[in-house]
C-alpha cells in the first residue's frame, strides 16, 4: 500500500524475528529501504529497535526471517556486508584518549581503507562533518554534538552504501541536531542509504518513509503525511478557565478517545468532531462548565504513534 516503487532496493527485511531465550525481541518484520532513502525506525524503548539493527549490520544472527542489506544476504554474506555498511552504535565508540584524527585514522584501518585513499576520505569526511580544525583535539574533551559528528565521520570513513544509526541525536541539542541532519541529508544526497533510529517525532519528519515497531512487532509504514493521514481521531484544543472540571467532564463522553491538560489548555482527542464551536460550548455548558474556544489541533506523529500502540496492545492475537 505505502510501499513506495524503488529502482533499487538497499534494505530487504522480511519477517525477522530473533528471539533470546523464551523472549521474543523482534517479532517477524517486514519492511523495504530504497537506495538513497533516509528511513526512520521509530518505536519504544525495548521495542526490538537496536536489535534488528544488529541483524542487519550482521552483528547477529537471526532466529527466523530473512534480510539484505545491499544485495548481500544478513547471515550467509554477514562479513561481505560489514565493508558495506557504517553503522553508529547508540553509544558511540570512539577513543577518549585518541585526537579526532587518531580516531579516523584507526576507523580508516578497521574498515580497511586501502593506504593511498586514506589521506583523501579521512580529508573528505573531517570536511563533511566539519571537523577539520579539530583534527588534533582530543576526544575526550569534545563536547557531545562534536563527538556525535565524530562518530558519524567515522561511521562513512570507507564509504559505505548503507548507514545504521542507532538513535544518533541523543542527548544533543536542538541545534547540533538540526546541522547533524543536514550532514545525513548531504550523504543521502549522494546515493548513500541511511536507517536512523531516533525517539525524537520531529526528527522523524525528515525521513522520507519510516516503519514504527512496538514490542517487536510492526505497527505502521510509510511516509509521516501518510501516517498522519491514517489517523482516525481528530484532536480539539479547548481554552477555559475550569481545565480540571472540563477535562473531568470530557473523559466520561463516548466519542472522547482521551481528554488531556496541554499547557494551559485541554485537548482532546474524538472519534469525529461533527460540532461546531458553539455546540461544543453548550455541550460544556450543560455540564456545568464555561470554555472559551475550541480549536482544532494538527495531528503529530506522537499522537498517531501513541494511538497506533495503544490500538496494538488491545488487539493483542489479532
Ligand atoms: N542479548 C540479549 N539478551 C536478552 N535480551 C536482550 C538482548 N538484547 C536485547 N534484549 C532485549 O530485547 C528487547 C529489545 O531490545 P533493543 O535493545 O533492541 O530495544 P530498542 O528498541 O533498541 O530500545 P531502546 O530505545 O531503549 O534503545 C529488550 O527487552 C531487551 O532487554
Ligand atoms: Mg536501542
Request: charged residues 25%.
Amino acid at each position: 500500500m505505502t510501499e513506495r516503487a524503488c529502482d533499487e532496493k538497499a534494505i530487504v527485511v522480511d519477517g525477522l524475528v530473533k528471539r533470546f531465550g523464551d523472549f521474543t525481541a523482534v517479532d517477524g518484520v517486514s519492511f523495504d529501504v530504497c537506495k538513497g532513502e533516509i528511513f526512520g525506525f521509530l518505536g519504544p524503548n525495548g521495542s526490538g529497535k537496536s536489535t534488528t539493527i544488529r541483524m542487519l549490520c550482521g552483528l547477529l544472527t537471526p532466529t527466523a526471517g530473512n534480510a539484505s542489506v545491499a544485495g548481500l544476504d544478513v547471515v550467509t554474506q554477514a562479513r561481505q556486508i560489514q565493508s558495506r555498511i557504517g553503522y553508529m552504535s547508540q553509544k558511540f565508540s570512539l577513543y577518549d584518549d585518541l585526537t579526532v584524527m587518531e580516531n579516523l585514522l584507526f576507523f580508516a584501518g578497521v574498515y580497511k581503507v586501502k593506504p593511498d585513499r586514506v589521506e583523501q576520505r579521512i580529508g573528505a569526511v573531517l570536511d563533511l562533518a566539519n571537523l577539520t580544525a579539530d583534527s588534533n583535539t582530543l576526544t575526550g574533551t569534545l563536547s557531545v554534538g562534536y563527538k556525535q559528528r565524530l562518530a558519524l565521520a567515522s561511521a562513512v570513513v570507507h564509504e559505505p552504501d548503507v548507514l545504521f544509526l542507532d538513535e544518533p541525536t541523543s542527548g544533543v541539542d536542538p541545534v547540533s541536531r538540526r546541522r547533524f541532519w543536514d550532514l545525513i541529508d548531504s550523504l543521502a544526497r549522494t546515493g548513500v542509504t541511511v536507517l536512523v533510529t531516533t525517539h525524537v517525532m520531529e526528527e522523524a519528519e525528515y525521513c522520507n518513509r519510516l516503519v514504527m515497531i512496538d514490542k517487536g512487532r510492526r505497527v505502521a509504514l510509510g511516509s509521516a503525511a501518510e501516517l498522519k493521514q491514517g489517523y482516525a481521531f481528530e484532536v480539539l484544543e479547548i481554552r477555559t478557565r475550569d481545565v480540571m472540571n472540563a477535562m473531568r467532564v470530557a473523559e466520561n463522553w463516548p466519542d472522547v478517545v482521551e481528554a488531556a491538560l496541554f499547557g494551559e489548555d485541554l485537548h482532546i482527542t474524538c472519534r469525529e468532531n461533527t460540532r461546531t464551536t458553539l455546540q461544543w460550548q453548550e455541550r460544556f455548558a450543560k455540564a456545568g462548565v464555561s470554555i472559551q474556544s475550541v480549536k482544532p489541533v494538527e495531528v503529530t506523529l506522537e499522537d498517531v504513534f501513541v494511538s497506533l500502540v495503544a490500538s496494538a496492545e488491545g488487539t493483542t492475537g489479532a
